[in-house]
Nanobody, 121 residues
Framework: QVQLVESGGGLVQPGGSLRLSCVAS????????IGWFRQAPGKEREGLSY????????YYADSVKGRFTISRDSAKNTVYLQMNNLQQWDTAVYYC??????????????WGQGTQVTVSS
């Protein structure tokens, strides 16, 4: 069974940090592209960051560039999203998705269930 499971969300103060995890089963994360997305209440889903297969090339949306970092741990079959300097507008449900290649990462073949990130003072 192919599955992605996100974790690491929670409540954090503005300026704080969180690290999200996306653990894959049924496939290895080194062989696919992985993306992180978020959706806030009343808003459309937003693509945040992507990592390509094998070579670990990374890409970031302007809204998170310089604050978020995506990485892959092959031994744990996990992709992370390190989020620094979080602000209230970062509050959303965060999802990871997997696609065969980076070219199709905006339409992932598989999604995780999401993890809630709330930034509040």
């Amino acid at each position: 069974q192919v599955q992605l499971v996100e974790s690491g969300g929670g409540l954090v103060q503005p300026g704080g940090s969180l690290r999200l995890s996306c653990v894959a089963s049924g496939f290895t994360v080194d062989r696919v592209a992985i993306g992180w997305f978020r959706q806030a209440p009343g808003k459309e889903r937003e693509g945040l960051s992507y990592i390509s297969s094998f070579d670990d090339k990374t890409y970031y949306a302007d809204s998170v560039k310089g604050r978020f970092t995506i990485s892959r741990d092959s031994a744990k079959n996990t992709v992370y999203l390190q989020m620094n300097n979080l602000q209230q507008w970062d509050t959303a449900v965060y999802y990871c998705g997997a696609a065969e290649t980076l070219a199709t990462i905006l339409s992932p073949d598989y999604w995780g269930q999401g993890t809630q990130v709330t930034v509040s003072s």
